[in-house]
């Protein structure tokens, strides 16, 4: 698909440039307008990742508006990449200008690219390239015809076809504006003739700004070869200038990674409210219910079954997993484990094969091993527990005395009963028991029950005596004239507590 060296085996680009300056104000949002996101990258991120596969030897990223923020993200996702700033936003023009003269050796072609072009795919830009390569061009644009080519500028061709101008709308005539092909805003070039053209430009239009899409008339005023090669998909160079149009690449993005998976043998029952970012992979034969969202760096094995209403981000499902009703997060779901309804695992969690993560149940550091159980109402922080083992409901792994965190090992086929308190740290060895209700401070020796709770009282006739006349008192002396009346036990009075 991607085909970018020559016969030498440089890349065939030795640039790229991505503007990035502009203030995107249309956004309404205290964050920079490249920072925004969209299937789990950033605008500036989907533009680097496009133009990845060039190889180009160097990366230069033009910042300006909320540039300590750009480049902070920038050092994140791409820290080979050059930040160059721009001072003062004078227009697209003086950014590409501001970018070369920050590579001054650099020589050969150069690919150009606004920041705000997330449909943007690598097979579009090698595409570009390509042509740009085989017709010998000093500049080639990309173009799209469209239907609703409002607010972009316009290819003027001649009447043989020639590539002559772009022209901004706001610059255009009534004629020019019924031009359907759009520049889409990336360009292949000459260093050099770039260097020179970029250097001759005005301001000298309706914003007042230097327009980068002015060089291609300077080179055609030269004589200079230069093409339009209109991408195969047009909603490839969709551009992004405000929240709406964020929210509808977002879902143009999301059609496309839904698309991808079904083509490759998963199951998405509801692609309308299914969310898969870019950057996750979800194996043949797994199922997506409807509300699944999978995020950063989330996989899915084969056969697995993840939702309905579920997130998951930098997460694994083994094969033939299921995740139902859950929020997880850095957590690794073993093969046929099955978590949910209401689980929220956090980082760290791991769970071995067949291992049952059940409702209510939040989870953080803890290996939980092949087979075990932690089915209903606990949490379970900081621990390893074995193979086979059952928490009970409802009991709380203690981890935290307000100052650190402490660990609880429980062991194999251990059986922890419901309402226990493991307060760590503290192991409970194999095949060891714990009776409901305890708070176990000290281990538990294998094959052990430790019982850790304060033994009952009942307190004989409390409720006739306290709640004379209630309900209670009425069931309890009911109660009592049926024992008597069979001949049975006396249980109330023959109980061995008085009030005090
Ligand atoms: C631009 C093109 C237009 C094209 C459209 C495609 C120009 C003059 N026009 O219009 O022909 O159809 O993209 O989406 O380029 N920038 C800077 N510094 C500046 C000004 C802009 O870095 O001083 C950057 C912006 O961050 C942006 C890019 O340049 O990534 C284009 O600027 P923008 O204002 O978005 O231009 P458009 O009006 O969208
Ligand atoms: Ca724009």
């Given amino acids: 698909m991607i085909a970018q060296e020559t016969s030498a085996g ?16 249309r956004m309404r949002s205290a964050t920079p307008k490249v920072l925004h996101t969209l299937g789990g990258r950033s605008l500036l991120g989907h533009v680097l990742a496009a133009a990845a596969p060039l190889g ?12 300590s923020a750009v480049e902070e993200h920038l050092r994140a996702i791409a820290p080979a990449a050059l930040p160059v700033v721009q001072e003062e936003q ?41 042509a740009h390569v085989a017709a010998g061009s000093m500049l080639t644009v990309l173009t799209a015809e469209v239907d609703e080519p409002t607010g972009l500028g316009r290819i003027v061709r001649d009447d043989s076809g020639a590539v002559r101008a772009i022209v901004e709308e ?13 520049n889409a805003g990336v360009y292949v070039g000459d260093a050099a003739a770039l260097r020179r053209t970029l250097a001759q430009l005005d301001a000298d239009n309706d914003q007042g700004e230097q327009y980068v899409t002015d060089v291609l008339a300077l080179l055609v005023a030269e004589g200079a070869p230069v093409g339009g090669v209109p991408a195969a998909d047009p909603d490839d160079v969709l551009g992004c200038n405000d929240q709406r149009e964020l929210a509808a690449r977002r879902r143009l993005l999301n059609d496309r ?48 079954v993840v939702g309905p209403d579920t997130t998951l981000l930098d997460t694994e499902v083994g094969e033939r997993a299921s995740v139902v009703r859950s929020h997880c997060q850095l957590a690794v779901i073993g093969p046929e484990a099955t978590v949910g309804p209401f689980s929220y695992l956090r980082p760290g969690t791991r769970l071995s094969r067949g291992a049952k993560v059940g409702a209510f149940v939040e989870a953080k550091n803890v290996e939980v091993g092949e087979n075990s159980k932690v089915p ?8 390893t527990i074995g193979r086979g083992a059952n928490i009970g ?41 714990t009776a409901a209700g305890s708070v176990i401070t000290s281990d538990v020796p294998p094959g052990a029950m430790a019982v850790a709770r304060a033994p009952q009282r009942n307190v004989a006739g409390w409720v006739r005596r306290r709640r004379a ?20 036990d006396r249980s109330e009075v023959s109980g061995a507590d008085t009030e005090q």
């Fill in 10 to 25: 440089e890349p065939a680009v030795a640039a790229v440039i991505v503007l990035a300056a502009g203030q995107g104000t």
């Fill in 257 to 304: 990674v839904l698309d991808d998976l079904m083509r490759a043998g998963v199951t998405v029952v509801d692609p309308r409210t299914t969310w898969v970012d870019v950057t996750a992979e979800v194996g043949p034969d797994a199922v997506l219910q409807p509300g699944t969202q999978l995020l950063g760096a989330t996989a899915i094995a084969s056969g697995a």
């Fill in 56 to 67: 180009a030897g160097a990366t230069v990223v033009v910042v300006g508006s909320g540039r």
């Fill in 170 to 182: 706001r610059d255009a005539t009534p004629e020019q504006r019924r031009i359907r092909e759009i």
């Fill in 90 to 130: 004078r227009g697209s023009g003086h950014a590409a200008a501001v970018a070369l003269a920050a590579v001054p050796e650099l020589e050969g072609s150069v690919l150009i690219v606004n920041g705000d072009a997330p449909l943007l795919r690598a097979a579009t830009v090698s595409a570009l390239v390509d």
């Fill in 469 to 488: 006349g209630s309900p209670a008192a009425e069931a309890a002396e009911a109660a009592q004239r049926r024992a008597e009346a069979s001949g049975g």
């Fill in 376 to 383: 209903h109402l606990t949490y379970v922080g900081d621990a």
């Fill in 393 to 433: 409901a409802a009991t709380v792994f203690v981890n935290y005395d307000g100052v650190a965190k402490h660990h609880t090992t429980v062991g194999d086929h251990v059986r922890i009963g419901s309402d226990t308190m493991l307060v760590a740290p503290v192991t409970v060895g194999d095949g060891a028991y």
